[in-house]
């Protein structure tokens, strides 16, 4: 049973334009999400996160906005650069501590076009 | 940032054998440390939490005498996979809040494991 998704596997988009990476979520006890940024063979990087309590959360070129009664949340990055070229993961947890486990989607492979 | 490091980074290994992985918190203390395993193209699944001190905590369908996990220090957690097969191949990684700051609002993650079963 996944609970956190990411239905688009891959996405292209030009340089300087706006990518826009979607995540969708089924456990209404979910109350806090993050973006991680993944590149092969080695860790997530922490990107941004947001609690349930806004719709909103903005760091440079990174935005993710949370759609809590449809269960959505979404990453925007502009302008795309090409060294944002990597797979994108949203995760939730029922808390904001990072001693609390997260749930991971299936992750969108993001290339971006020079 | 906190870093988490993981060794080794790749092992090769044959059917039957058992296999250590390590993952140490380098600049922190770490009471709780996550065990993750991904799949290739698939999403990062949380095996286990490791708890300094006591024992872990599997997640349902993990099981618990094949993948030992051991947390005997702050800063150290091991994973060991016993008498590992083909299927055990995949990408293992942890992760740790900083446990001077329990309440941080992320986890830092090694840089895997890439584990091959001859």
């Known amino acids: 049973d996944q609970q956190v998704k990411q239905n688009s596997p891959s996405l292209s988009v030009q340089e300087g334009r706006i990518s826009i990476l979607n995540c969708d979520y089924t456990?209404?006890?979910?109350?806090?999400f993050l973006w991680y940024k993944k590149y092969p063979a080695e860790g997530p990087t922490f990107l941004i996160s947001i609690s349930s309590i806004k719709d909103k959360n903005e760091d440079g070129r990174f935005t993710v906005f949370l759609n809590k009664s449809a269960k959505h949340l979404s990453l925007h990055i502009v302008p795309s650069q090409p060294g944002d070229s990597a797979v994108y993961f949203c995760?939730?947890?029922?808390?904001?501590?990072?001693?609390?486990?997260?749930?991971f989607g299936t992750g969108t492979r993001l290339t971006i076009i020079p | 940032g906190a870093v988490v490091s993981q060794h080794p980074s790749r092992v090769i290994c044959k059917s039957g054998t058992s296999v250590k992985i390590e993952c140490r918190s380098l600049d922190f203390q770490a009471t709780t440390m996550f065990w993750y395993r991904q799949f290739p193209k698939q999403s990062l699944m949380l095996m286990a939490t490791?708890?300094?001190?006591?024992?872990?905590?599997?997640e349902q369908g993990v099981e618990k005498d094949k993948f030992l996990i051991n947390h005997a220090s702050l800063t150290l957690s091991t994973l060991t996979v016993t008498s590992a097969h083909p299927e055990d191949s995949s990408f293992y990684i942890c992760?740790?809040?900083?446990?001077?700051?329990?309440?941080?609002?992320?986890?830092?993650f090694g840089p895997g494991t890439r584990l091959t079963v001859l």
């Open positions: 490791s708890n300094e001190g006591s024992k872990a905590t599997y």
């Open positions: 995760a939730a947890s029922r808390y904001k501590w990072g001693n609390e486990k997260l749930t």
């Open positions: 992760s740790a809040p900083p446990g001077d700051r329990p309440h941080t609002d992320t986890q830092y």
């Open positions: 456990n209404s006890m979910f109350d806090y």
